[in-house]
């Protein structure tokens, strides 16, 4: 890359995080709307026509209040945390395969594994600087809960890289231009949708914020721009995730209005499972994960590579 082509990717990741964050802003509205109009309410209607405006004075409202940090936490840890969940958050959106000038990782699954295990330590810190046995529980519970659901999460995006035989998301766009891998691998796709909603911590797997016991999980303490900045790193990766569904089983083209229609569809169906199914009991939780969508991910990925073997032999013997 000459130094042209290094200035435009700054200029051009600049303004996607400007627009990560913008969409997160009306992402939010979106939610309140669509669960208002669920309920038979409203939701935010008078902040400017229908509402447009609500998200943009909650972040004023936000950011403009005083943070109260606890006389007993860790202050170092307590202020980072969130400043550091926001950026990984951030960060995971440079492996998205853009064709212009962004950065093209070879190595893009290997790096959203990482950033994903790197997130629960944050969430256990901040849960732990917090000195509050609401925070601690939250994000202890929180932990197991990510944990478990990586291993499926993890197992799922091996099979899909051995079926692209690489671990670019370029890769997606040229591997589904006749058919989508969602038609050819259905259960692994309803199993990823799964996982990713526990990943997320969103409902039905929402244990990390279990307001009737845990009163909000572990930003429990958390008040004005810290709150907002965990808030923000939450819809952000909400958002992502519902990209990397699209790229991963429904096309991959992102020069085509279509697959923004889709990323819209996906992101609603997050608002619409939230409003829909009641919370799951915990241990429920577990065994969906351990005895249902692990043997699931397991069989799929062991299929794929009997499946490569056998190709690499015929094509041996061929040659």
């Known amino acids: ?53 609500q998200p943009f004075s909650d972040a004023i409202k936000l950011f403009n209040k005083e943070m109260i940090i606890p006389y007993l936490s860790n202050y170092l840890m307590f202020f980072f945390m969130p400043v550091f969940m926001m950026l990984l ?25 990482g950033c994903l295990s790197v997130s629960v330590y944050f969430m256990i810190l901040s849960g732990w600087s917090s000195n ?61 949708f799964s996982s990713l909603l526990a990943e997320l911590n969103r409902a039905p797997f929402d244990f990390i914020e279990g307001e009737s016991e845990l009163v909000s999980g572990f930003n429990i303490e958390y008040s004005s721009g810290g709150f907002a900045l965990i808030f923000l790193g939450e819809y952000s990766s909400i958002i992502f995730m519902s990209m990397l569904f699209v790229i991963l089983f429904l096309g991959a083209d992102l020069n085509n209005l279509l697959f923004y229609l889709k990323l819209m569809m996906l992101g609603f169906s997050f608002i619409w499972v939230r ?41 041996s013997k061929m040659n």
């Open 89 to 113: 958050s951030l960060a995971m959106w440079i492996i998205i395969p853009y064709l212009n000038i962004l950065l093209n990782l070879n190595l893009g699954f290997l790096f959203l594994l």
């Open 132 to 192: 509050s046995n609401y925070a601690k529980l939250g994000s202890l519970r929180g932990m197991a809960q990510t944990i478990s659901y990586e291993v499926s999460l993890a197992l799922i995006l091996l099979s899909l890289m051995v079926l692209i035989m690489g671990f670019n998301f370029m890769d997606f766009n040229l591997y589904q231009q006749n058919v989508w891998f969602l038609f050819i691998v259905f259960p692994l796709s309803l199993c990823l």
């Open 1 to 53: 890359m000459n130094n042209y082509e290094i200035y435009m990717s700054m200029v051009v990741i600049f303004f996607l995080i400007i627009m990560v964050l913008v969409s997160v802003a009306f992402f939010t509205l979106l939610e309140r709307k669509v669960l208002g109009y669920m309920q038979l309410r409203k939701g935010p209607n008078k902040v400017g026509m229908w509402g447009l405006i």
């Open 275 to 315: 409003g829909t199914l009641p919370r799951y009991r915990y241990d429920k939780l577990m065994n969906l994960c351990w005895k249902v969508y692990l043997p699931i991910s397991l069989n799929y990925l062991m299929f794929f590579f009997c499946y490569l073997v056998l190709i690499c032999n015929k094509f």
